[in-house]
């Protein structure tokens, strides 16, 4: 299970700027020429939750100078695992963090990170004490690399299907949902995901029985606590125990 830290970034070190696209349609015209940029290193990123499993996927675009063995275009689709140990946030954040590792060497250049998950960019761009740190802290540690290498990186959160790049991103992720998928084994389990089961499953566990307290129900919301409180002070503890008998179907 994935263990969440009271931070994971020291207070001098600089966060990674977030572009969304919701900032006007001058802007967005301008974040969407840099998204489609052709000299620019892109990665795009998805993630999809189906059949009860959680997939990823990953689309990337590389400039001809810096392909490495003549390819420019690469696609990866991973399946971390079920529903009830994931979710679609987390995959996101995994989902750029290997996409950041699957990058050649390069100095001088742009890298555009598009992501169709809001809530995985902010996350990014000011993290807290929040699910997901570990690949936080990744795609931290590869961002501070290609700076050194004096390249310029841009997180930009762009509603998914509005570029190829992220169509063919959103189209591996439905490829790690599907029934055949096989969940990774090495992937860290979301720890607010693995800590909604518990509560789900304790609250089933404290569940009376069906049938039982049926009337009690009926009575309970037109007799707050308070007056609830007041009718049983009003009887001997034997009168008090049949009542409760009575309102609660058990003996």
């Known amino acids: 299970m994935e263990v969440i830290q009271p931070y994971i970034l020291a207070p001098w070190e600089a966060r990674l700027q977030v572009i969304l696209s919701s900032q006007g349609a001058e802007e ?3 974040i969407k020429e840099l998204a489609k940029a052709g000299w620019a290193a892109r990665i795009a990123t998805s993630s999809s939750a189906r059949n009860d499993l ?12 810096v392909a490495r063995a003549g390819k420019i275009n690469e ?8 529903r009830e140990e994931h979710n679609p946030y987390a995959a ?29 960019a902010q996350a990014i761009g000011n993290p807290r004490q929040q699910s997901g740190q570990s690949n936080i802290r990744r795609i931290y540690d590869a961002v501070g690399e290609f700076r050194e290498d004096g390249n310029i990186v841009n997180l930009i959160w762009l509603p998914s299907g509005e570029l190829k790049i992220q169509k063919i991103a959103k189209m591996s992720a439905h490829h790690a949902t599907e029934p055949y998928a096989t969940p990774r084994k090495e992937a860290i389990k979301a720890k607010t995901k693995i800590l909604s089961g518990i509560r789900t499953d304790m609250r ?33 503890w034997k009168g008090a125990s049949v009542l409760a008998q009575l309102r609660t179907g058990m003996a």
């Open 28 to 30: 967005e015209d301008k």
């Open 92 to 120: 996101e954040l995994a989902a750029i963090a290997h996409g950041l590792s699957c990058l050649p060497e390069m100095k001088h250049r742009a890298v555009v990170i598009l992501t169709s998950n809001r809530s995985a």
């Open 75 to 82: 696609a990866f689709s991973v399946t971390p695992g079920t």
């Open 204 to 236: 089933n566990e404290r569940k009376l029985p069906d049938g039982v307290g049926r009337h009690s129900k009926k009575v309970d919301p037109a007799l707050p606590g308070k007056h609830t409180r007041l009718l049983y002070n009003q009887l001997s």
């Open 54 to 65: 959680v997939g990823m996927g990953v689309a990337i675009r590389i400039p001809i100078s």
